[in-house]
């Protein structure tokens, strides 16, 4: 099992799932609502049924950690957000 942690649109996801079909999972975590949404489109698209899509972020410590909101309106980069307690 491999897990992507921060999978964004799935670029690492999808390439390492069709390299582990029959042979294992990657599990993609991406907190961002609309960019997990275009994490889960990529994995249907490249039907790598050995990809597993979580909307959550993962930490070192439990808790509840607020996502900032980014203005899809406008060119920002989705990869460098930084959230927030």
């Known amino acids: 099992m491999v897990i992507d942690r921060g999978a964004n649109v799935g670029t690492h996801t999808v390439s390492w799932s069709s390299g ?3 042979r294992g999972e990657v599990w993609a975590f991406e907190p961002q609502e609309r960019v997990f949404y275009a994490l889960c489109g990529n994995i249907a698209q490249n039907n790598v049924l050995n990809a597993h899509a979580y909307m959550k972020a993962l930490s070192n ?3 509840v ?3 900032p909101k980014s203005n899809h309106d406008r ?3 989705s990869g ?3 959230g927030g307690n």
Do not use: L, V
């Open 80 to 82: 460098s957000i930084q």
């Open 75 to 77: 060119p920002f980069s």
């Open 65 to 67: 950690c607020s996502i």
């Open 20 to 22: 582990m079909t029959g």
């Open 61 to 63: 410590e439990y808790g």
